[in-house]
Nanobody, 119 residues
Framework: QVQLVESGGGLVQPGGSLRLSCAAS????????MGWYRQAPGKQRELAAT???????NYADSVQGRFTISRDNAKNMVYLQMNSLKPEDKAVYFC?????????????WGQGTQVTVSS
């Protein structure tokens, strides 16, 4: 089983920056996709960014150019650098992991970390 623990959320003013971190532990597949999703109050959870174990990245249009996802495979860490934050970026941010056990996909979520963008 894989466990995910997020950190780095908080309150920031519009235009500011935050860096989220996600520590993964457990039986991590050599090939996997990790990412960050977010859920604003009253809205569905949506993609922010993902990164494969080979470093290929994918971003939602709403964060492209402002957010950067990265990972350190040796440390089993994934990061989300968020710059030029906007009030609409306020949400709970969840770290995600998709790996495989045998031929079966496995999806794991972290508990989430709150990001608030407000003056």
């Amino acid at each position: 089983q894989v466990q995910l623990v997020e950190s780095g959320g908080g309150l920031v003013q519009p235009g500011g920056s935050l860096r989220l971190s996600c520590a993964a532990s457990g039986s991590i597949s050599s090939l996997n996709v990790m990412g960050w999703y977010r859920q604003a109050p009253g809205k569905q959870r949506e993609l922010a960014a993902t990164i494969t174990s080979r470093g290929w990245t994918n971003y939602a249009d709403s964060v492209q150019g402002r957010f950067t996802i990265s990972r350190d495979n040796a440390k089993n860490m994934v990061y989300l650098q968020m710059n030029s934050l906007k009030p609409e970026d306020k949400a709970v941010y969840f770290c995600s992991y998709r790996g495989q056990i045998g031929i079966n996909p496995v999806d794991i979520w972290g508990q989430g970390t709150q990001v608030t963008v407000s003056s």
